[in-house]
């Protein structure tokens, strides 16, 4: 690092004080290094699926950090990564631009895995960004010694000139107000950009998508996530039941061995998956739900640009 300072503190803010300050982080980093988990625990609210799958994000997602003196809006991306297919290109992609268009940005590493070739790749590209300051988050340091994440603090330090080094932990809660104090030194004094209260932007269709892809992740064997798109195709109230909310959900795979592994033995995997997912749906919408959950074929559709389009990633 550029100088010694100590570590989980945040340094002098490069900016004047300012009544109220609001702006963007981007939480950046490998797959499966706790982005979405952190995420989710500074917003205080479950706005990003989690899962011990990597590559589990797929869109850039905003968080929102209500505070007395400043809004914090979080973009959790997808892992970079090497991609193998077309939607890993776009979704690498995807992690990239959002990493130009935000004030700050967040390295996360976990302290309970050593630094490898991956990490010492994105620490050297993160720096060639330009002015846009990197705080370095070592995550995860419930699952470290003491020792362990001091020694994982010190390589953290020798990767790069950090704006600031910052050890959390998401799960237990240790050190979130140091992260978001740091953050929000580096945001630009202005006003709200959402309404109080509002804790992401994400539309409560593409939420509960997500909520049913969640609750899929973790029922499959690893190979499988990365084959699984969901798609809300209908969300509305029941007519003449103010209680109740109808859901009418696609789950796609690409393969008909893939969808027998969903389905599971006469359709037991899917009625968990679906009985998951619809707990976690009336906790959104506040309200009794109906699940309509289906599971379809689309083949080869990671790499078919049509396709993709069809399921909401873009170009």
Known sequence: MGENRDVGTPSSSPRPAAAFRSGFACFAGRPNVGKSTLMNALVGAKVAITSSRPQTTRRAIRGI????????????????HRPRTLLGERLDSLARSTL?????????????????????????ELASIGKTPVVAIVTKTD????????????????????????????????????????????????????PDGELTDEPEQQLAAELIREAILEGVRDELPHSIAVVVEEMAPRAGR?????????????????KAIVLGPRGDRLKEVGTTARRHIEALLGTRVYLDLRVKVARDWQRDPRQLRRLGFYD
């Open 143 to 194: 699952q470290a010694s003491r020792e362990q994440v001091a020694a994982q603090l010190a390589v953290v330090g020798d990767l790069g000139d950090w704006a600031d080094i910052v050890p959390v932990s998401a799960t237990a809660g240790f050190q979130l107000d140091v992260l978001s104090d740091v953050l929000v030194s580096y945001l630009p004094p202005g006003r709200p950009l959402y």
């Open 242 to 258: 103010g209680d109740l909310f109808d859901v009418h959900a696609i789950m796609y795979v690409e393969r008909p061995s893939q």
């Open 100 to 124: 130009t268009e935000v004030d700050v940005i967040g390295f996360c590493l976990p302290a309970s895995e050593r630094i490898g070739p991956g990490d010492k790749y994105l620490a050297a």
């Open 65 to 80: 950090v209500h505070r007395p003196d400043a809004q914090l809006v979080i973009i959790d991306t997808p892992g970079l």
